[in-house]
């Protein structure tokens, strides 16, 4: 199993600012990697895949990046309806999840 | 584009087994597949398998081989999931999500269906 390990496990952010968020998986997952944005109550929301492609709908000012086992998801200008879990996905393997990161509202 | 929606939530005794439903519209459903995932508690998310809507093919994740039986309904594009011989920690809210393939991302995702198991 890939172990996938997310850092910070919360984030202050406040809004406009920008955040920067780290995956990194246990073995290389090549570019085999997706962002999710999750709020209570809703379905997960895909917003990257293959690691730095948006899904349809998604605004640009989330990025992703990274290859291999270092990946990173970037909001340049956090917005009120920003703050969530957010959680990578690897599909290299059977799908395995990080434990998400919180982006709070500082 | 495609939207999932699953069936209510559920209380169940230890023992017992739960089916889940999510049917599928907007789209061709025998070009997907669907997989199922849950999170616990507190815990995060885990994937549990994936079914062909085109073939009836399934992969289970090894933790649930033997437990979870994953089938497809075309004729009412309605995937569903039944969990066998529940335990208190199959508590859980449990997401359908159209993939194409077992490892594969998923979007979009179902609401989600929350099964407690309790006695």
């Known amino acids: 199993e890939i172990v996938m390990t997310q850092s910070p496990a919360t984030l202050s952010v406040s809004p406009g600012e920008r955040a920067t968020l780290s995956c990194r998986a246990s073995?290389?997952?090549?570019?085999?990697l997706a962002w999710y944005q999750h709020k209570p109550g809703q379905a997960p929301r895909l917003l990257i895949y293959?690691?730095?492609t948006r899904a349809t709908g998604v605004p640009a000012r989330f990025s992703g990046s990274g290859s291999g086992t270092e990946f990173t998801l970037t909001i340049s200008s956090l917005q009120s309806e920003d703050f969530a879990l957010y959680y990578c996905?690897?599909?290299?393997?059977?799908?395995?999840f990080g434990q998400g990161t919180k982006v709070e509202i500082k | 584009q495609v939207q999932l929606v699953q069936s209510g939530a559920e209380v169940k005794t230890p023992g017992a087994s739960v089916k889940v439903s999510c049917k599928a519209s907007?789209?061709?459903?025998?070009?997907?597949?669907f997989s199922w995932l849950r999170q616990a508690p507190g815990q995060g998310l885990e994937w549990m398998g994936w079914?062909?809507?085109?073939?009836?093919?399934?992969n289970y994740a090894q933790k649930f081989q033997g437990r979870v039986t994953m089938t497809t309904d075309s004729s009412t594009n309605t995937v569903s999931m039944e969990l066998r011989s529940l335990r208190s920690d199959d508590t859980a809210v449990y997401y359908c999500?159209?993939?194409?393939?077992?490892?594969?991302?998923?979007?979009?995702w179902g609401q989600g269906t929350l099964v407690i198991v309790s006695s």
């Open positions: 999500a159209s993939s194409v393939s077992a490892w594969d991302f998923f979007n979009p």
């Open positions: 293959v690691a730095s």
């Open positions: 996905q690897q599909y290299n393997n059977w799908p395995t």
């Open positions: 079914t062909s809507s085109f073939n009836a093919n399934a």
């Open positions: 073995q290389s997952v090549g570019g085999n």
């Open positions: 907007g789209h061709t459903f025998s070009i997907y597949g």
